[in-house]
């Protein structure tokens, strides 16, 4: 059955650095989302892709946060300058259209800033 | 700001019992409804959706759904041990070519033997 993965499993970086979270959407999926889940509160959005640019966005997203595709399987999350309020699970899910469509997830990249 | 709620729980239920699992959401525009169960340190994991009123089974999970009350719920029939997890209200809010999910606190859900 198909799923979605992603790299690393895990990520340990230092306070100010770049990381950059992999991941590979199920192939006929057109619609792509990352959410975070910080150790022990609840999973939140953080933005949704399709057709190549983000469609929406959540205030958590800010100017440290930016995704890409960089090609025809991967999708990727980059935080710019990592704080140590960063550090969580943060998954990787997409749907075959964007619409009341069921969204299927990745297992996660933990991120630990130190 | 659009909210799920849910009871965190613990719900301890016996093995082979009924498990009922609650959610309510405020923003009344919502159109897709969904349970995840979620394993501690695993992503969540789709049990059901449901998009319609009334209720919906899936061999022994039905999902309830009553949309001028805001209100889902999941039942678990015949309770197994590994139905122990976190479950997962979600309400799917749509924007524009695309939808984000909004995700309760969870309801942490122990089946005892």
């Known amino acids: 059955e198909p799923e979605v993965t992603q790299t690393p499993s895990h990520q340990v970086t230092q306070m100010g650095q770049e990381v950059i979270l992999r991941c590979v959407p199920i192939?006929?999926?057109?619609?792509f989302y990352w959410y975070r889940q910080i150790l022990g509160q609840k999973v939140e959005f953080l933005v949704s892709?399709?057709?190549?640019?983000?469609?929406?966005k959540s205030e958590i997203f800010d100017d440290q946060f930016s995704v890409e595709r960089p090609d025809g399987s991967n999708f990727t999350l980059k935080i710019r300058s990592t704080k140590l309020e960063d550090s969580a699970m943060y998954f990787c899910?997409?749907?075959?259209?964007?619409?009341?469509?069921?969204?299927?997830f990745g297992p996660g990249t933990r991120l630990l800033v130190l | 700001q659009k909210e799920v709620e849910q009871n965190s729980g613990p719900l301890s239920v016996p093995e082979g019992a009924i498990a009922s699992l609650n959610c309510t959401y405020s923003?009344?525009?919502?159109?897709?409804f969904f349970w995840y169960r979620q394993y501690s340190g695993k992503s969540p994991e789709l049990i059901m959706s449901?998009?319609?009123?009334g209720d919906k089974e899936d061999g022994r999970f039905t999902a309830q759904l009553n949309k001028a009350s805001q209100y889902v719920s999941l039942l678990i029939r015949d309770s197994q041990p590994s139905d122990s997890a976190t479950y997962l209200c979600?309400?799917?809010?749509?924007?524009?070519?695309?939808?984000?999910?909004?995700f309760g606190s969870g309801t942490r859900l122990s089946i005892r033997p």
């Open positions: 899910a997409s749907s075959v259209q964007g619409l009341r469509e069921t969204q299927y």
């Open positions: 192939s006929n999926h057109l619609y």
């Open positions: 892709f399709y057709n190549n640019e983000i469609s929406e």
């Open positions: 923003d009344r525009g919502s159109q897709s």
């Open positions: 449901i998009y319609s009123n």
């Open positions: 979600a309400v799917n809010t749509e924007y524009s070519s695309a939808s984000k999910i909004i």
